[in-house]
């Protein structure tokens, strides 16, 4: 069994930031792309950030030189550091691995930006 778990999430100013946290555990043999899709309220699932087994990246152009995704592959964790958030960014985030050559998803954090 393998399992994904997220931390991070919660409420924040807008022009603030946070990071969120996945990892990976149980009987993992490989790892392969890592990454963050997140949905609001009423909308369907979208890809912010996605970083392949080689390092290269694709990020949602809503998000392009605010937001950063960075994986330790020592760890089986894969990070989204999120810099100027604006309300728009509010939504539950979700973390995809594929593990094993199977898809993973976590359970979602939820990222609230207010004031």
């Known amino acids: 069994q393998v399992q994904l778990v997220e931390s991070g999430g919660g409420l924040v100013q807008p022009g603030g930031s946070l990071r969120l946290s996945c990892a990976a555990s149980g009987s993992i043999f490989s790892i392969g792309a890592m990454g963050w899709y997140r949905q609001a309220p009423g909308k369907q699932r979208d890809l912010v950030a996605r970083?392949?087994?080689?390092?290269?990246?694709d990020y949602a152009d809503s998000v392009k030189g605010r937001f950063t995704i960075n994986r330790d592959n020592a760890k089986n964790t894969v990070y989204l550091q999120m810099n100027s958030l604006k309300p728009e960014d509010t939504a539950v985030y979700y973390c995809?691995?594929?593990?094993?050559?199977?898809?993973?998803w976590g359970k979602g954090t939820l990222v609230t930006v207010s004031s």
């Open positions: 970083m392949g087994s080689f390092g290269r990246t």
């Open positions: 995809n691995i594929i593990v094993n050559g199977m898809d993973y």
